[in-house]
């Protein structure tokens, strides 16, 4: 059972199946043979997580060697791609090597950086471990590190070979980044799906209270929406479609690089929305309306740093407009996602 993100001949699964780490070892090695393999991962993720995968792959016979950089998205810098780009090379490993990505968004960018720039380009798997990048940056390819100048600044186009899901991983996620990943899943129902919302609002408490079928179902959702929009456009593949949805282009000022923390949708005149289908557009104007912009849009855009947090009772307040049929005009014209999962 998986998804396809179908890219022709570089088409590839993503795996979403609780307790898939501890049999990854096995799968990697039957279904990804390599000469050796490289976990590249973060200094909090690989003292969590690093064991379970390398000594599957190990005990299998296979040369695995392990790679650790300091958490966080400070490391996301070109000297740290160069540390490691070293490190693979005194450690020989060649053409038919496989990067394994393992972590967050942070070591995902950079993993996948690698892979894509050593001997020119070797494949990489990503094992995501966090629910943003389970949801968001583990597909699509896109790879890189952030310079003073910029964010992401750097970077290739590159597709993985596959990409392993486990929600169980999850569990040990600190709150904030967990409700920072709440964002990005609610924003593709706000873009995409507003069915997703309907499940959302009525799944609050299994999703906040993390339990594993009402995380499969929302990662499985996120990541068919990901799949469809990266098959459109490889490239440009994106789910933001408002500028407050984007990432704060500053390297030098952001704290959290996932969306500016000054979103309001005050700052947003009525004719905006209106210009854009949105229903909300044309109520902005009303009490109800403007206030009802402003709880989607701080949910969506709620900065960790902020410490705001998105308990059962807020994300009830935030969805329940659209429950009740404030859903933006423009999702008549967007057909229910095809289930792909096969
Ligand atoms: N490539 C893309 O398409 C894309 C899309 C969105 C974001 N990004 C990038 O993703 C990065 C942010 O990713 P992130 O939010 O995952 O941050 P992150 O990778 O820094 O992870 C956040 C923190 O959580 C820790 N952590 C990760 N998994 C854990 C787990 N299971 N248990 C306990 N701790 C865990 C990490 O060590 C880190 O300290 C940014 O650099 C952003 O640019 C890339």
């Given amino acids: 059972m998986h998804i396809t993100v179908s890219l022709a001949e570089r088409s590839y699964p993503i795996y979403v199946q609780t307790g898939l780490l501890d049999k990854l070892g096995a799968i990697i090695a039957a279904d990804h043979p390599a000469s050796s393999y490289a976990i590249i991962t973060d200094s909090t993720v690989g003292k969590l997580y690093g064991s379970r995968v390398q000594a599957p792959l190990a005990d299998a016979g296979c040369p695995v060697t392990y790679h650790e950089f300091e958490a966080g998205e400070a490391s996301k810098n070109p000297a740290t791609v160069a540390t490691l780009c070293s490190e693979l090379a005194r450690a020989g490993h060649d053409r038919t090597s496989v990067v394994i990505a393992l972590g967050g968004g942070v070591a995902g960018d950079i993993a ?10 070797i494949s990489c798997v990503q094992i995501p471990t966090t629910l943003l990048a389970q949801v968001d940056s583990s597909v699509g390819g ?64 299994p999703i906040l209270a993390r339990r594993p079928d009402a995380l499969i ?12 929009v990266v098959a459109e456009d490889e490239k440009e593949g994106d789910i933001p479609a408002h500028p407050q949805f984007s990432a704060t ?34 109520r902005c104007s009303q009490r109800s309306g403007r206030s009802t912009c402003r709880h989607l849009l701080h949910a969506t855009a709620c900065p960790p740093r902020s410490r705001r947090s998105l308990t059962a009772v807020a994300l009830h307040r935030i969805l329940a407009p659209i429950r009740n049929g404030w859903a933006p005009r423009c999702f008549s014209s967007c057909p229910p996602m095809k289930d792909r999962y096969s």
């Fill in 112 to 121: 996948g950086f690698v892979a894509s720039i050593y001997l020119r380009g």
């Fill in 217 to 228: 179902h929302v990662i499985k959702t996120c990541c068919l929406i990901k799949a469809a």
């Fill in 249 to 282: 282009p500053s390297a030098t000022r952001w704290r959290r690089p996932l969306i500016s923390p000054s979103c309001t949708a005050t700052r947003w005149p009525s004719a905006w929305w209106r210009r854009r289908g949105w229903r909300y557009g044309t």
């Fill in 142 to 205: 896109k790879t890189g590190v952030d310079l003073p100048e910029g964010k992401n600044l750097v970077g290739t186009f590159s597709q993985p070979s596959a990409v392993f899901i486990d929600p169980d991983v999850l569990h040990t996620l600190p709150d904030d980044q967990f409700i920072a990943g709440l964002a990005e899943v609610i924003k593709y129902g706000v873009i995409r799906d507003p069915e997703f919302l309907v499940y959302l609002d009525a799944h609050r408490e």
